[in-house]
């Protein structure tokens, strides 16, 4: 395998990302604000965390919790002001961190005054800002659907024509066919970056071009049609060129629907593009833990990028239920399976990402009613499935474990009152759990997930094998469904982890080659002798073990 390509700050980044909303609230209206995230951003400091990746602070009437933008340069008051958001820059900064902001150009409110004037008239001179078309046949011009509505046009009773919107009818998608949108966009960049802000994480980037008539999708329900058009890539190199070039940041670009090969068009290091790609291969289409998949996934991804470009490595985020109930045990081995995922993460090719509340083993939610969940792609499908005669009870068990309502749950803190995240009523509920489940009260455990996390990222950060290391999986148990083993080597150093993801007791034979070698463990996610030498013939439930080799 090609040698790790060139070394680069972020490339041993661990990423830490704030929900500000769910975060911490500050002044008691029941919504995490900018104050709350600094006065907690000793929590994420102490982690070891090097980059915190801010979700959308921009104005916004939140249809979709701030992904649609009715103001790309003033905060919405709800998260604070811009006094507050530049003092949480400086208090980011002060504690050796660096902030990477959240930006949507994809599509913005359909609030935003560009979008107020577009649609005031077919002669406006922002109309071509946005996409509109006539109907077809008395209809949307086409039959896709979007990722939030059965179909991707709202039709716009003044001006007689439809408008095109990837998601919900109120994020209308602007249209990067117009050089002067984009240049305006560039400059909204700019603003945010000569304020000193360290990078973007590019939302929905894949989804800029559309194609040239917007032909009938041959099956609707599959949205790939949206994503990776013609001209998406002319659009990201000019976008670097006018903006990221010019400034020492990082970007990550969110890329529903790629393959490893269409991934290396958006991070490839000779592209001009982006710097790391967040795909959903796993998270979007893999519903459950199997693991022999996430095998096959991770590599894939490996062989298409490594050398050439940078992955990253997540398993939940806003978006995605919480992975120790998605993909580990939220049970009994709640701990030591969050400690055992957080180990996988942190020691596969790729920036590991944590989703906050992860550090602490928190879990998703099951709410009993639709009206106590507030994510609109799960209201918009559920008003879908009802209003096409579902059963709502059991249109809402269908949907509860993938909304993405289960990791926007606020953050708990402690055990008091609503984990101790508001003094208010909170804007969506705590998770009925908090009074067991809470940062104080892990930090005060033995066996404390944060700590451990706190453990993994000191040795990642202190070891270049982890962010540059070549990857190889044992053979021996490369089709095993419980057991995954692998190295990590680069140039004298060798790093062996071993994870049993499975609730019974899992046996390793270790090949002679192993037996005889100098062993010694580095970290375990079990009570264990670090420093010890020697490899286990048992792995117990979620056993998770980094080792050095000589
Ligand atoms: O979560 C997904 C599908 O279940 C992802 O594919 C995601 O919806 C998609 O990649 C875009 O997500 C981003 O843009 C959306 C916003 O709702 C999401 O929160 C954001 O992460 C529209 O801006």
Redesign the pocket.
Known sequence: MAAAANQAWWKKAVVYQVYWRSFYDSDGDGCGDLEGVIRKLDHIRDLGVDIVWLNPVYESPDR?NG?DISNYETVMAKAGTMETWERLLRETHRRGMKLMMDM?VNHTSDRHPWFVESRSSRDNPKRDWYIWKDPKDGGAPNNWRS?FSPSAWTWDERTEQYYFHS?ASE?PDLNWRNPELREEIYRTMRFWLDKGIDGFRL??IALLAKPDGFPDAENPADIRYLTNNPGLHDYLREMNERTFARYDIVTVG?A?FVTPEEGLKFVGEDRGELNMLFH?EIC?EMPEWDMLRFKRIQRRWYEGLWGKGTNSQFLNN???TRQVSRYGNDGPYRVQSAKLLATMLHTLPGVPYIYQGEEIGMTGVRFGSIEEYDDIAMKNKYAELVGGGADPQEALRSLQPLSRDNSRTPMQWDDSPNAGFTTGTPWIRVNPNYRDLNAAKDLAAPDSVYRYYQQLIRIRKENDVMAYGDFTELPEWMDDERLYVYTRTLGGTTWLIALNHSDEPSPLEWPARLRGANVRLLLANYPADVGQSGLPATLRPHEARIYSVE
């Open positions: 979709d992904y949507v990722y998601f994020q939302d929905a969110e529903a959903f979007d806003h978006d995605h």
